[in-house]
């Protein structure tokens, strides 16, 4: 039996219409310790983009780049979703967003993306920080498994 690790990833805004679209796991070619199949992925949210809010951005899908203005994010947990596969470069297929540095990342493939919303100060004291730790070491951080049943438990998801 496989054991499942649990992570939480940070996810900058998206416009509501590609929320389905975009809900994968994204890292830089350097990453050594990535989320495998059937993983389960916790996203947070960033409120803003580079320290700016309601940036501007491109779309980029099927060889299209659409500028677009990202609107403010909600800061916490806003989903749950389960690693698919590998990470693998990003193909035309995909929706993504470039923010300056697309060339540099790495999609990992997830599905069953499930909306949830938990404020981020109850996030921080579930995982054991303080709730006004800064949330940059969550761009992929694997939960410690002592701090897994507490998350769980918060958001109503303990079995």
Not at 70 to 82: F, R, S
Not at 128 to 140: Q, T, V, Y
């Amino acid at each position: 039996m496989q054991l499942v690790n649990y992570w939480i990833t940070t996810h900058w805004p998206l416009p509501k219409s590609d929320s389905d679209f975009s809900r994968h796991v994204y890292v830089k070619a350097r990453r050594v310790t990535v989320a495998k199949a059937g993983d389960v992925v916790f996203v947070r949210e960033s409120i803003s983009v580079k320290s700016q809010l309601s940036p501007t951005v491109y779309r980029c899908h099927l060889g299209r780049r659409t500028e677009m203005t990202l609107p403010p994010g909600y800061g916490g947990l806003i989903g749950t979703m389960t690693v698919a596969g590998k990470h693998r470069p990003i193909a035309p297929t995909d929706v993504v967003y470039d923010y300056g540095d697309l060339p540099e990342w790495f999609i990992i493939e997830c599905r069953d993306f499930e909306p949830l919303r938990l404020p981020l100060p109850d996030l921080m004291t579930a995982i054991g920080k303080s709730r006004k730790s800064n949330p940059r070491f969550l761009d992929l951080w694997r939960i410690p498994d002592e701090h897994v049943r507490p998350l769980l438990v918060k958001l109503g998801r303990d079995r």
